[in-house]
């Protein structure tokens, strides 16, 4: 098999959990900590040369819904991981159980990467869809730029019910590179609890 690996804390322990098992893995990585990660475990890690199809994407999760709807992107990946996810045949997702919502939006912003040619314009117009698009800063206070050079705009998500319309609607504004809705594209997900228990998530209507 070849995998697709996102990025993520949830993604780092099981990157880190398939290399203690000493098998041989051949992987394409969304991120470049991933890639770091994934080299010094003794993967081999590939480029997504439009050569073949992945077999299966491993990715964490912001917020999961009961659809199986997601929020992704709050380590800034979103743009890479949806390129490796639409790459594979399958998606699987893993996160902690706390991640689970109702409702995307009710724990977290929506990230969405936008290029830096007139981003306040960009944001400015984004405000028609999605209400208080606010600039990810570092921890230091500097701008936060994503590994392609773009910057992040986190917004409040409203309650609509047609998520997978917004998400067409956001993508089609000039200067929206990627989004962090990721709509009908896991086909599970398995959430772990404190005490060690996991839980399969199937997608639902």
Do not use: N
């Not at 570092?138 to 392609?148: S, W």
């Amino acid at each position: 098999m070849t995998i697709g690996l996102g990025s993520g804390l949830a993604l780092w322990k099981t990157l880190a959990l398939l290399a203690a098992r000493g098998q041989p893995v051949r992987a394409a990585a969304a991120s470049a900590r991933t890639d770091e990660l994934a080299r010094a475990a003794g993967f081999e890690v590939v480029e997504l040369d439009g050569t073949f199809e992945l077999d299966l994407a491993i990715d964490g999760a912001d917020e999961v819904d009961p659809s199986l709807g997601l929020i992704k992107g709050g380590g800034g990946a979103l743009l890479r991981e949806k390129i490796v996810i639409s790459a594979a045949r399958r998606f699987v997702v893993v996160a902690e159980a706390l991640k689970r919502v109702e409702r995307l939006g009710q724990t977290f912003r929506l990230p969405v990467e936008v290029v830096r040619f007139g981003w306040r314009d960009t944001r400015r117009r984004l405000t028609a869809l999605l209400p208080d698009p606010e600039q990810r800063l570092r921890d230091d206070g500097e701008t936060y730029v994503t590994d392609e050079g773009h910057l992040i705009l986190d917004c409040e998500l409203p309650a609509v019910p047609d998520l997978a319309a917004l998400a067409r609607q956001v993508k089609q504004i000039p200067g929206v590179v990627e989004h962090g809705l990721f709509i009908g594209m896991a086909s599970q997900a398995l959430l772990g609890h404190p005490d060690g228990s996991v839980e399969t998530l199937e997608p639902r209507d």
